[in-house]
């Protein structure tokens, strides 16, 4: 183990960033699982639905997209 | 047998920027390895024209596209062929798209959509096949694409409705108080959309491939069991084909709400 306390800030923040991309999943399991449940209710009107689904889901992703950069930025660009 | 593993990748290993995984012992798969850019021709540094790895898949993207279309629909038969009709399924599929987010009008742009469309969907798809590259998990190829569809659809919202283009950050069925708050929140989000845009794209699919080669390493580890992970690796490969166009689609998905902002502004 070599390395100074920067490279172990480094990497712990980069670890830290990682806790984002849960985040993420938890916001886009909760999009999908709705839409399945309303999808569920009223079969006919779920099919017209699909793209705001996929539009709900990538407005979700983008802030644990943004915690992923962070843990690049951190562990490639700092 | 973990060292004829490395022996293709040790001597490209040095030149992978930021390698931090290096001198662990244990796994001796670099997972990240797959991605560097490197010259097809030579051993020298990679310069703005030198023909790079990614070049050559770029340019079978391309290829495959233009012979879906091209030689896929020669025959324009009534009853289409198998790829007449993936040809046809995928240009109904974008029409589509455009109609239903972005409106009528969109259909001006169907052409630039069409081609993000397929050139994303064959770059992801061929990224697939063993041993090759995947161009879209690089962030310099996502990013151009990303901005030059934030920069069009800016510059065509101003042009086609002028000043009243700013009526997308002014909220006007909020609270007057509100408003200036929620209009910086707007304009960050619109500033921001095209890192998300492009990052999502080279994210996705560089995590995957990260994660099959993951998971190879497994396999060269575990010996006996390597059942184990390859058959893993059968299902994320599986999933990984899913992501590939899934992630097609939520791009141009996305540069339609973005397209739909721009012709009609009004919040």
Not at chain 1, 5 to 16: C, D, H, P, T
Not at chain 1, 46 to 63: M, Y
Not at chain 2, 142 to 156: D, E, K, N, P
Request: proline share 4%; net charge neutral; charged share 10%.
């Amino acid at each position: 183990m070599e390395g100074d306390i920067a490279n172990l800030g480094q990497y712990i923040g980069a670890g830290l960033a990682g806790i984002g991309s849960g985040a993420a999943a938890i916001g886009v399991g909760n999009v999908a699982g709705n839409f399945l449940s309303g999808a569920l209710r009223n079969p006919s009107a779920a099919a017209g639905q699909t793209a705001t689904l996929f539009i709900g889901i990538a407005f979700a992703e983008a802030l644990g997209i943004f915690s992923f950069l962070v843990a690049l930025l951190l562990m490639f660009a700092v | 047998m973990a060292d004829k593993a490395t022996g293709e990748g040790a001597s490209h290993a040095a030149e992978a920027a930021g390698h931090a995984a290096e001198g662990g012992s244990g796994l001796n798969i670099h997972p990240m390895d797959q991605f560097v850019v490197e010259p097809l021709f030579s051993d020298g540094p990679v310069h703005m024209f030198t023909v790079t790895n990614s070049t050559l898949w770029l340019a079978l993207a391309v290829l495959g596209v233009a012979l879906l279309l091209v030689v896929g629909t020669r025959g324009r038969a009534v009853v289409p062929s198998r790829v007449q009709s993936v040809a046809e399924l995928a240009y109904g599929f974008v029409h589509k798209m455009v109609e239903d987010v972005a409106g009528k009008d969109a259909l001006k742009f169907f052409p630039y959509i069409m081609t993000l469309f397929l050139f994303i969907a064959f770059s992801n798809m061929l990224a697939l096949l063993p041993m090759s590259f995947s161009p879209t998990s690089q962030i310099a190829v996502t990013a151009v694409l990303g901005f030059s569809v934030f920069i069009a659809v800016t510059v065509l919202g101003f042009v086609l409705n002028g000043s009243k283009f700013l009526g997308l950050f002014w909220v006007s069925s909020a609270p007057l108080v509100l408003r200036p708050i929620l209009a910086v929140i707007e304009l960050i989000s619109y500033f921001v959309r095209p890192v998300s845009h492009s990052v999502r794209l080279a994210g996705n699919i560089m995590a995957g491939h990260a994660v099959l080669k993951v998971f190879a390493g497994f396999a060269g580890a575990l010996g006996l069991f390597s059942f184990i992970p390859i058959l893993a690796i059968t299902g994320i490969y599986a999933l990984e084909l899913l992501v590939a166009f899934i992630q097609a689609y939520v791009f141009t998905i996305l540069t339609c709400v973005y397209l739909k902002d721009a012709l009609h502004p009004s919040h």
